[in-house]
């Protein structure tokens, strides 16, 4: 087994794992390069088959490509697939940054769609080297009923028992790539031929990293055309993935807020 | 290492006590080995100085705001390097005592460990409870850094006394440190090159022992065991899905699942989006098999080959930890979490509880929260499991408390049999013939019916005195009674037996059986044996279906060891005989015994009468 061999045996025995211990689950589907793997990682855990809703909380506000992407392979991957619409932006925290603002907005959509379906557990492509709050994760990550993360007081978890029954009215976030980092996504991607976004590919000398709002998303210096020459820009780089995603960086404590009060 | 393998980082967990600079370490190493991210230095001296805070290192890695607020850290967290070996994933832990539960949580993930003490104040508290937390988390490779040596003057004098004071600690414990380095995380000495400053230390820089720890082999030639996840009907395939956890399979295996006992060929070996459909698969993949015949299985068996299966039992010993807030108690149940099976297990007995911070016994009523112990669990069901020295993977486990998980233990069986061969039943094809004499007819020729009159207790509590003394007092009563005690078992029927926990069980089996057959030939079978498993017992009591009396011979531990009638309690005290029942193996009282004799409160006298009235009460037509 090599490195790609053992990560992906452990997200499929976690994917199992929520599977085998929750009830009402969904996969939280962002279209970006994580939550692809992780709808990939499904397949090869039920062997070909989804075998839960796959939720997208539409800020409206994504790119076009990502759209065309979403219809597509929510057809070809055969995906029980539900759209919610996120609330205006008025609805969200004033004392926030504009961005972090911005994208508080796909929290409280989250909420009305936990609430509306009434989901135990939603499955997220989020990973630790992408953010060093992420980092703390646990990979059965619990909320308390207002949907807080409560990241001062987080349940123990070793040896692969995760926390899988809660008290009623909670929810359980569940992480399968917690334990990847960007390029180890790009491995993956490239070994199983997992289909790809263009937006990740450099055009002009641009290219995304990471893809969020049109709004408060942007292309990083690049010349990397191919999944060859994103993983050669990989090895070296010393530019932090989330980079160009505006939220993260307004103020020092902005992803943090964000995080407690329930974002991915 | 296989090449193949060498792209794998290394998970290392930094550990220590609180302020004794753990994640200035790791910060400074980051920097020493290039491997901070652009900007992040600049950005967090930036942020120190709008606070005005003087620049620590641990900033780069403290990522809350409260870590940064009270320069400590919360939560464990994750950061990659690489030296121009291999890739290493760090994780630095927390050193508050509060904290330890997010300790346990990221040095579980490690394959190695650092242990930073304070060169001006020695090891302390949390120091010394990690070291034996690494230990009982199954770390082996361990080197400890004794950091601030710019504040001690670097003297060497200062390094020797706190590297001697705590190589004798971790002897203890039975670890062997792989190096102890004297460095200085602030300033950068001894991390990365041999520091100018500290001429006197011949010893490898801390890049150097990280590069020479090992990476932890996947158990591939461990026997095989698959634990099962689940089972799921795909596109009319039936498919039972687990991960590896030890040993290889491949197609056309016979294998037995546990402990339901089932066994089954492997038809194929499932897989999605591969270029061909596997043919085999070892230790550490996630895969779904299909048999070749439709047994029922479920979540939580063990799958095994059948000449190397787990044991089965429902009580072992378990080394612990606890988290809880509550203490661990005797005769608290717990939710046990065993690879993919949960069950119900009560605290029988605490046969040890440890301050992990001094290596302190406590008193073993209770294991407060961050201490450590030994504990008898017991479960309702039967449990397929190993013994952590022999598989890791399926002889550890967590107990959940409302919910949350409170601690972890490693499992022993020592004094314990293992229950498959009693429970496995083998001449599965026999048919039972029916007697043309019924019972009641025997009954009514004998004027009593027969019936299994099990005494149970200490070598020592008088349990042949007694029952021989039954025996000639109900003879000349007329009954038609029996004693079977080693004397004449053991020199026959159980000729071929020793002592071992798994020959003691059999022995008392086939005693249940016996004794079985003569209660229904009509007798009154009295067993005499310590029979010190309530499992066994159990057994025997299934065996004889009806009229069944457990007897305890009760007299304490003490009482019996003063009594010692055939010098065997200093025998054992000695050492001299191996598992011996109240002083080297476990006996367990009988929870709800028909009859209780107080040997140690009675005259034998008083202890025939008691048993006579009971007798005539119970067996008398």
């Known amino acids: 087994m090599d490195h790609l061999d053992a990560l992906e045996a452990e997200s499929i025995y976690i994917l ?26 499904c397949k090869k855990a039920f062997f070909g088959h989804v075998p839960f809703p796959v939720l997208h909380i539409d ?58 379906y009434g989901f135990e557990g939603l499955i997220l492509g989020i990973r630790r080297d992408e953010e060093a709050i992420r980092a703390k994760e646990r990979i059965f990550s619990p909320r308390d009923e207002s949907g807080q993360w409560q990241l001062k007081d987080q349940p123990p978890e070793f040896w692969d028992h995760f926390m899988t029954s809660f008290p009623k009215g909670t929810h359980v976030r569940v992480h399968p790539i917690l334990n990847w980092t960007e390029l180890d996504v790009w491995k993956y991607t490239r070994r199983e031929g997992i289909p790809v976004i263009e937006l990740y590919f450099a055009k002009d000398g641009k290219r995304y990293r990471s893809l969020g709002d049109q709004d408060i998303t942007f292309p990083v210096p690049s010349t990397a055309d191919t999944l060859d020459a994103i993983i050669a820009e990989l090895e070296s780089t010393k530019i932090p993935e989330r980079a160009g995603r505006a939220m993260d960086h307004e103020a020092e404590d902005s992803f943090e807020r964000l995080r407690r009060a329930g974002y991915m | 290492m296989p090449h193949a393998l060498a792209a794998r980082p290394l998970p290392i967990v930094i550990v220590g006590h609180v302020d004794h600079g753990k994640s200035t370490f790791v910060g400074r190493l980051l920097y020493e080995t290039g491997s901070l991210p652009e900007g992040k230095l600049e950005a967090v001296k930036a942020s120190s100085e709008r606070r005005g805070m003087p620049f620590e290192w641990a900033f780069v890695l403290d990522a809350m705001q409260s870590e940064r607020d009270q320069g400590v850290t919360i939560d464990t967290t994750q950061i990659r390097f690489r030296s121009k070996l291999r890739p290493y994933l760090i994780i630095d832990a927390p050193g508050h005592k509060e904290f330890l539960k997010n300790m346990v949580t990221g040095a579980a993930k490690a394959e190695a460990a650092l242990l930073v003490i304070d060169a001006q104040e020695g090891a302390q508290e949390q120091s010394r409870r990690h070291g034996y937390l690494l230990h009982l988390l199954g770390i082996r490779e361990v080197a400890v850094l004794v950091n601030k040596m710019d504040l001690v003057g670097y003297s060497a004098e200062r390094f020797g006394a706190v590297a001697e004071d705590f190589r004798a600690y971790l002897a203890d414990l039975g670890v062997e440190p792989k190096a102890i380095v004297p460095i200085s995380a602030r300033e950068g000495d001894n991390l990365t090159r041999h520091s100018p400053r500290m001429p006197w230390y011949q010893g490898p820089s801390v890049l150097e022992v990280l590069d020479s720890f090992p990476y932890a082999a996947l158990p591939v030639d461990r026997p095989l065991r698959m634990p099962v996840q689940d089972v799921y009907k795909f596109d009319q395939r039936r498919i039972i899905a687990g991960r590896l956890e030890s040993g290889r399979l491949q197609v056309g295996d016979r294998v037995l699942f546990s402990p339901s006992n089932k066994t089954a060929r492997i038809k194929t070996i499932e897989a999605w989006h591969v270029p061909e459909p596997p043919a085999e698969a070892v230790a550490g993949q996630s895969i779904g098999i299909t048999l070749d015949e439709p047994i029922f299985v479920e979540r939580g068996e063990i799958m095994s080959h059948e000449s190397d299966p787990p044991l089965l039992t429902n009580v072992f010993k378990a080394r612990i930890f606890w988290l809880g807030e509550r203490p661990l108690v005797i005769g608290a149940n717990y939710k046990l979490k065993l690879a993919t099976t949960e069950a119900t297990v009560v605290v029988e007995a605490i046969e040890k509880a440890i301050d992990t911070a001094e290596l302190r016994p406590l008193p073993p009523e209770a294991i407060p929260r961050n201490a450590a112990g030994e504990v008898v669990l017991r479960s309702k069901r039967i449990l397929a499991l190993d013994e952590y020295r022999s598989n890791p993977r399926t002889g550890r486990f967590v107990l959940v408390e409302d919910f949350i998980p409170v601690g972890g233990g490693t499992i022993s069986m020592e004094g314990y049999p293992d229950q498959r061969q009693l429970l496995t039943v083998r001449a599965s ?39 021989l003394a039954l025996e000639r007092e109900l003879f000349a009563k007329g009954y038609h009674v029996y004693v079977l005690d080693g004397d004449n078992i053991r020199g026959g029927l159980c000729r071929d037996l020793g002592f071992s926990p798994e020959d003691r069980a059999e022995n008392i089996r086939r005693v249940g059986e016996v004794a079985a057959l003569f209660a229904d030939a009509g007798f009154i079978a009295i067993s005499s044996f310590i029979s010190p498993y309530r499992s066994d017992r159990q057994r025997a009591r299934e065996a004889a279906g009806e009229n069944f009396h457990e007897i305890y011979v009760k007299a304490d531990l003490a009482v019996c060891e003063q009594r010692d009638p055939k010098g065997l309690y200093k025998r054992a005290r000695k050492g001299e005989i191996k598992d011996f029942t109240g002083i080297s193996a476990p006996y367990e009282p009988p929870e709800n015994p028909e009859l209780v004799v107080p040997t140690d409160e009675l005259g034998l006298e008083d202890c025939i009468a008691l048993l006579l009235r009971y007798v005539e009460e119970h067996f008398r037509l």
Do not use: Q
């Open chain 1, 16 to 41: 199992r794992e929520a599977k085998a211990k929750l009830d009402r689950l969904a996969i939280l589907w962002s279209l970006g390069k994580d939550s692809n793997v992780v709808i990939w990682l």
């Open chain 1, 59 to 116: 800020t409206g506000k994504k790119f076009p490509e990502m759209y065309a992407f979403r219809d597509r392979y929510a057809k070809e991957w055969g995906l029980s697939f539900i759209r919610e619409e996120c609330p205006p932006l008025e609805a969200t925290d004033p004392t926030l940054p504009p961005a972090a603002r911005s994208a508080a907005r796909k929290t409280l959509g989250l909420k009305a769609a936990l609430a509306k």
């Open chain 2, 429 to 467: 094809n026999l048919t039972a013939v029916g007697h043309a004499v019924s019972r009641a007819a025997r009954a009514a020729r004998n004027g009593h019916k027969g019936g299994v009159l099990w005494f149970t207790g200490l070598s020592g509590a008088g349990k042949s005195t007694l029952a």
